[in-house]
């Protein structure tokens, strides 16, 4: 048997749960109720959406690095070496406008 804290405590973390996650049309429970086969369902077919999504992100990404990487010209500036600027210490003395 669970407390009413217990309970306050598992709606707090779902909703948080939620909010984290961005599922679009998060289940919302109420704290003294199990959530039903139809509202699992519909999280499940958030999430898989939500992750489908993901996917064609990460295949459309991985498209855009390797057509950058075949690109004409790119590799001639990159091989270059970069020139390294030093910071000079100064003498000590300031000269002073007169």
Do not use: F
Request: proline share 7%; charged share 25%; aromatic share 2%.
């Amino acid at each position: 048997m669970s407390s009413p804290l217990d309970n306050r405590i598992r709606s707090i973390a779902r909703e948080e749960a939620t909010t984290l996650l961005g599922v679009p049309g998060g289940v919302q429970v109420a704290a003294s109720s199990a959530p039903t086969a139809e509202q699992m369902q519909q999280q499940i077919t958030d999430l898989y959406e939500h992750l489908h999504l993901a996917a064609t992100n990460i295949t459309r990404l991985e498209e855009r690095v390797e057509a950058l990487e075949k690109a004409p010209g790119q590799t001639d500036q990159e091989e270059r070496p970069v020139a390294r600027r030093t910071a000079r210490k100064s003498g000590g003395t300031t000269p002073t406008p007169e």
